[in-house]
């Protein structure tokens, strides 16, 4: 595991453990359901925060 993907871990973790219980109520579904299709939490924060910088790096160059 890399730095960068240890610090995503990282930053998932401390926003799991600064939730309110009505987040984490809503965590917990969203974790069940993506056990259910095999995958983890995990993997899909990783998809979704590196879909999100590549749209950032996109929508960067476009304007330059």
Known sequence: ???TERE???ELDDFIL???PE???KIQE???QT???GSSLYDIY???TALTE???ITKTNKKN
């Open 1 to 3: 595991m890399n730095s």
């Open 8 to 10: 995503k871990l990282r």
């Open 18 to 20: 600064n939730s309110s």
């Open 23 to 25: 987040e984490l109520s």
């Open 30 to 32: 969203i974790d069940f």
């Open 35 to 37: 056990q259910l299709h």
């Open 46 to 48: 990783f998809d979704s």
């Open 54 to 56: 590549q749209q950032t």
